[in-house]
Structure formats: structure tokens, C-alpha cells
């Protein structure tokens, strides 16, 4: 690294608040991503029979919600002053209370019908989306203010990608571990995913509250006592309009909807074709492919985190997520070629290259958003970083709301029938192949426009960051 480049001493989050934070990141993996990109339509769908259209039109309804919550919370954590900071005792709180309700979501009452059971998750999961918010805004709210430096953010970042790396394998384990023997229906014998999810659901709740916990008791807040403390407070229009006006956020917001929506609306389409197409239905057996899949997946990608720490720091953050999205499509078209019923395990190799290129992304994307607060101090003279959050949140849970819809109709749409099981006709089996493959090359290609777009870089950062420091001291 040049000279130039050298964080410097006053610059940097000391490494056990860097870990703690990291750890945190696993919460919002157990609680919101392992539920809806892993377990939900093999549960719901599977499991207990839901109509997936109505399991994604459920899904629509919870992330319309928590879009609507986001907002409250980060305006809520931007204005808190407490002994505590104003990140802290959110999560904490919302740590506690996620845990806590988490188990409920796997236990819908199959007795009275499907519509009950549609009507609970509802209720349960507004409820359940209510408490991970005020976590979730003030843990995302939090990462853009542990520091002032334009490559530290990234360094931070890295840390987060490592434990979202560590929690997506297990994920990645999931489904094995739940359809495996270790949780056969003790009235059967055979292995049941709801029997395992019940009682699976004890274990996650105390992993969502052990790391959910972890930056709220160990990480400092940088700017609260010499700064935010005394800043006035926001009245949340007044926080919404000024968000709206901040350009560099709606690039970012652009590029991470489109990434979301191409990623979401396949995600249970994937779990289909490597259940149905390549492993003939078998879903014990695709389910330990999927686990070597993510092992691979996550392995590849810690080895690859000090690469991209080192690219962004060279080439800058935006020439780096520009490149590396435009590598995930080339990843994404091997999948035609590579998930076939002849050699299964080859879907490995795409999903190693698709996967740590998108990762990436996730990795920079955090890392800009916390250079956009600094452009957005400039401009309102406050640190907004709640309500910025809270607004980039917003936009993502339109796009998974978007997404989780379109998954279910997808699904219709390609002609599967979960009452014929691994009966698929052979044209129902490629035209759900097609969509997998063709559905995230168009969407994702519309992200690269604005990954062109975005105005941050590296130069432009020193100079927001000299302004700021002469108008109100280095914090």
C-alpha cells in the first residue's frame, strides 16, 4: 500500500470491537437469511403443503412491513440519547426480543387449515420483523460511524463478510442436517424437515442471541460523545426528504435492487432444480450436495477477502464491484451447462465462481454506504447514518418483497407441482432450468449501469473528509 494509503493509528477499530461486530452479522443471517433464502419454501412448500404463491405473497406481506419499519427504527436510533449511545440499546433489545420470538415462526397451526396457517405467519412475522428492525437499524446504522477512514470501512467490511461466509455454511448445511436421520419422525422413522426444524428452531434463537448481543455490549460508538450527542434531533420527514435528496445513496440503492431482486426471485427456483432436475427429487441426497456446494462456496470465499481488501485499496472500491458483477453473470451461465442430472456435483463450480464474485460486492457495497454518510454530512451538517440506512433498508426489503412474490410465481410459471413430486414432466424440468439460469443475467446486467454511475471514489472522499474535519474537528 502507498504512503498515501496508510490508515493511520486514530483511524483504526481496535481488532475485538472489529470481531464482535463481525459476529453480529451472523444474526441477521440466522434470523432473516437462513428463514427465507434456506428454509422457508422447502418447510412451508415441502413440509406442510403451503402453496408456494401463497408462501411468497406471505413473504411480500413481511417484507412490506419490515420496509415500513426500517425507517421508524433508523429515525428512532438517530435521535436516542442515552447514557448507552444511540446504537446500543436498540440492539440489545431487539437482540433479546428476535430470539425470543424466533421459534414461534416454525410452529403454525396445521390443525385448523392453510389458511390459519397463512394467517399466523403474518401475525407472527410482523411481530417477529417488528423486533429484528430496531436490531437490524441500529447494527447497520452503527457500521457506517466506527470510522473516519475511506479503506478501514473496508477492512470492516471484511470482517463482516468472514462471518457471513462462516454462518452461510451452515446454512449451506441446513436442509442435510433437517431431511438427515439425526431427525427422523419418531413415529415413522423416515427423516422429516418439520420434526428437525422444531426442534432445530430452540438452537437457532440462542445463536441469534448470543452474536446479536456481541456489538451491543463491545463495540464503542466513535462520534455519539464528541458529536452526535449534541446534535439536534431530526423529525423523521424532515429525515426521509433529506435521504431522497442524497444522489450517491440512490446508486448504491440501484445496484444492490437489482442484485437483490435477480438473486431472490431464483433463490427457491435453485433449491427446486437441484432437488427435481438433478437429483430426481431425492431431497436427502440434494440436500448434502448443497452442504459440499456452500463448504466449497465459503471456503473459496474467506481465502478470497484479503484479495478484494487489497483490490479495492489499489483500484477502488468501484472499479472492483463493477468487475466483479460483471464476473458473477459469467458464473451464473455455467449453471446451463453444469447442473445436470449426469455428474450432480459439477453445479459446485459455478456456484464457487458466481458466489464469491457477488460476495464481493456485499463486501464493498457496506464499506460505500459509509463513504455516503460522510458526502451526506457535508451536505445536512448532521450524522444521518440511521435514517440513511434505514432508507438503503427500505429499498432492499422492496426488492426481496419484489422477489419473494416473483419466486412463487416463478415457480408456478415453470409448471412445477409440488402433489406430483419428483414426477416433473422433462419440459417442466428444463423450462424451471431456463428461468434459473436467464431470470438474474438480465436483472444483474441493469446494475452495472449504476455501478458506472456512482460518484464516490477514493479522491473524492479525501476531499469530503478534509471539509469536514475543518468545519468540525476530526472525530
Known amino acids: 500500500m502507498s504512503e498515501r494509503h496508510r490508515i493511520a493509528p486514530t483511524d483504526r477499530i481496535p481488532l475485538g470491537q472489529k470481531v464482535a461486530f463481525g459476529a453480529g452479522n451472523c444474526a ?3 434470523a432473516s437469511g437462513l428463514t427465507i433464502g434456506v428454509l422457508w419454501m422447502p418447510y412451508f412448500n415441502i413440509g406442510l403443503g403451503i402453496d408456494p404463491a401463497k408462501l411468497g405473497l406471505i413473504l411480500m406481506v413481511l417484507q412490506a412491513w419490515n420496509a415500513v419499519m426500517d425507517p421508524v427504527m433508523g429515525n428512532l436510533s438517530d435521535n436516542a440519547r442515552t447514557r448507552w449511545g444511540r446504537r446500543r440499546p436498540f440492539m440489545f433489545v431487539g437482540a433479546i426480543l428476535t430470539a425470543a420470538i424466533s421459534p414461534w415462526i416454525w410452529r403454525p397451526p396445521t390443525e385448523w387449515g392453510e389458511n390459519a396457517m397463512v394467517a ?11 423486533a429484528f428492525s430496531s436490531w437490524a437499524m441500529a447494527y447497520y446504522g452503527l457500521q457506517l460511524e466506527l470510522t473516519p477512514n475511506y479503506d478501514e470501512r473496508t477492512r470492516l467490511t471484511a470482517w463482516i463478510t468472514l462471518f457471513g461466509k462462516l454462518s452461510g455454511l451452515l446454512g449451506g448445511w441446513a436442509m442435510a442436517i433437517l431431511a438427515g436421520p439425526l431427525f ?24 441469534i442471541l448470543v452474536v446479536g448481543l456481541l456489538p451491543a455490549l463491545f463495540v ?44 431472490s426471485a431464483v433463490g427457491t427456483l435453485g433449491q427446486y432444480v437441484n432437488i427435481y432436475y438433478v437429483c430426481h427429487g431425492d431431497l436427502a441426497v440434494s440436500s448434502i450436495i448443497t452442504g459440499w456446494k456452500s463448504c466449497a462456496m465459503v471456503i473459496t470465499g474467506i481465502l478470497c477477502i484479503p484479495l478484494y481488501t487489497w483490490l479495492g485499496e489499489r483500484y477502488d472500491k468501484k472499479n472492483v464491484v ?35 464474485a457477488i460476495a464481493a460486492v456485499w463486501l464493498f457495497v457496506p464499506s460505500m454506504k459509509a463513504d455516503v454518510a460522510d458526502y451526506d454530512e457535508l451536505k445536512t451538517t448532521r ?48 423450462s424451471m432450468l431456463l428461468l434459473y439460469v436467464g431470470l438474474p443475467l438480465v436483472i444483474w446486467a441493469c446494475g452495472l449501469i449504476f455501478v458506472w454511475l456512482y460518484p464516490l471514489d477514493r479522491k473524492r472522499m479525501i476531499a469530503i473528509r478534509q471539509q469536514l474535519e475543518a468545519r468540525r474537528g476530526a472525530l
Open 220 to 263: 464503542k460508538e466513535r462520534y455519539y460523545e464528541a458529536e452526535t450527542k449534541f446534535q439536534s434531533r431530526e423529525p423523521f420527514w424532515q429525515s426521509i426528504r433529506e435521504s431522497i435528496q442524497c444522489h450517491p445513496m440512490w446508486m448504491l440503492i440501484s445496484l444492490s435492487f437489482f442484485l437483490v431482486v435477480g438473486s
Open 28 to 30: 441477521d443471517y440466522f
Open 383 to 430: 450524522r444521518r447514518e440511521g435514517a440513511l440506512n434505514a432508507f438503503y433498508s427500505w429499498f432492499i426489503k422492496a426488492a426481496l418483497t419484489c422477489s419473494m412474490g416473483l419466486g412463487g410465481l416463478v415457480l408456478n410459471v415453470s409448471g412445477f407441482d409440488v402433489r406430483k413430486a419428483s414426477n416433473q414432466s422433462s419440459e417442466v424440468l428444463h
Open 120 to 130: 399466523y405467519l403474518i401475525i407472527v412475522g410482523m411481530v417477529f420483523y417488528t
Open 322 to 356: 463493477g468487475f466483479m458483477l460483471a464476473a458473477s453473470l459469467l458464473g451464473h451461465v455455467l449453471n446451463y451447462f453444469l447442473m445436470t442430472p449426469k455428474m450432480p456435483y459439477l453445479q459446485i463450480i459455478p456456484g464457487i465462481f458466481e458466489s464469491c
Open 184 to 207: 427422523a419422525n419418531p413415529d415413522t422413522g423416515k427423516p422429516d424437515i418439520v420434526h428437525g426444524m422444531k426442534v432445530c428452531s430452540w438452537f437457532v434463537a440462542v445463536l
